[in-house]
C-alpha cells in the first residue's frame, strides 16, 4: 500500500519516493491499480476517504472524470442502504417470532427514518417472507421427529390403520354372507 501523508500546510508527500504529490497524480496512481493510502501526519488518522473526495470534486469541477460521478455516488448511496437492509433484516429475523412483530419493528424503523416507506414495505415483506419459510421448515422438523419416534414405537401408521378398518370391513360382509347362506340353507333343509 502506498502511504500517502499530509501536512499542516495541506501539501501531500509520496512516503514512496520521498517526493512531494498532487491530487492528479493521487488519482493516476489509483487509475493504475495503485492502494493508496492517506493519513494526516501529525495525527496519525485516516483521511483517505476525504482525499478521494476532494479528488472526485475536482474532476467534476474540471469534467475530467474518467466515470459518471453522479452515477458513481448514487450507486455508493444505494449500496449502503441495501446493506443496512440487509443488517436490519439479519437482525430482525434472529429477534421476531410472528408478523405482528415485524410489523412493529419495521413500522418504528421507518419512524425513526432509519427507512423510507418503500424500503420499509420491501423489508417487511421479506421478513414475512423468512418467518413463513422458517415456520414451515420447523413444522417439518417436527413431524420428522413424530414419524421418527412413531417408527421406533411400531405403532401402526395412519394408512396401515385405513388399510386394516378397510380389512376388517371386508370380513365382516364376507362373515354376513356367510352367516346369511348358512341360515338359507337350513331354511332350504327343514
Not at 39 to 44: A, L, T
Not at 138 to 158: N, S
Request: positive net charge.
Amino acid at each position: 500500500m502506498r502511504v500517502i501523508k499530509r501536512y499542516a500546510n495541506r501539501k501531500l508527500y509520496d512516503t514512496e519516493i520521498s517526493k512531494p504529490i498532487t491530487l492528479p497524480e493521487i488519482a493516476m496512481l489509483i487509475a493504475e491499480g495503485e492502494h493508496v493510502q492517506v493519513v494526516d501526519r501529525e495525527s496519525g488518522e485516516d483521511i483517505t476517504t476525504m482525499v478521494l473526495a476532494q479528488i472526485i470534486v475536482e474532476q467534476e469541477r474540471e469534467k475530467r472524470q474518467w466515470l459518471p460521478i453522479p452515477t458513481v455516488l448514487r450507486e455508493m448511496i444505494r449500496r449502503r442502504r441495501d446493506e443496512a437492509i440487509d443488517l436490519y433484516e439479519h437482525s430482525l429475523l434472529s429477534h421476531v417470532e410472528d408478523p405482528e412483530e415485524v410489523e412493529a419493528a419495521v413500522r418504528d424503523l421507518v419512524r425513526r427514518r432509519r427507512l423510507g416507506k418503500k424500503e420499509g414495505r420491501r423489508l417487511r415483506e421479506r421478513l414475512i417472507e423468512r418467518l413463513r419459510d422458517r415456520r414451515l421448515r420447523f413444522y417439518r422438523q417436527i413431524e420428522a421427529v413424530i414419524h421418527r419416534i412413531l417408527g421406533q414405537m411400531d405403532l401402526p401408521t395412519r394408512k396401515e390403520v385405513a388399510d386394516l378398518r378397510e380389512r376388517i370391513h371386508q370380513l365382516h360382509r364376507r362373515i354376513e354372507e356367510l352367516m346369511a347362506g348358512r341360515t338359507e340353507g337350513r331354511s332350504l333343509n327343514t
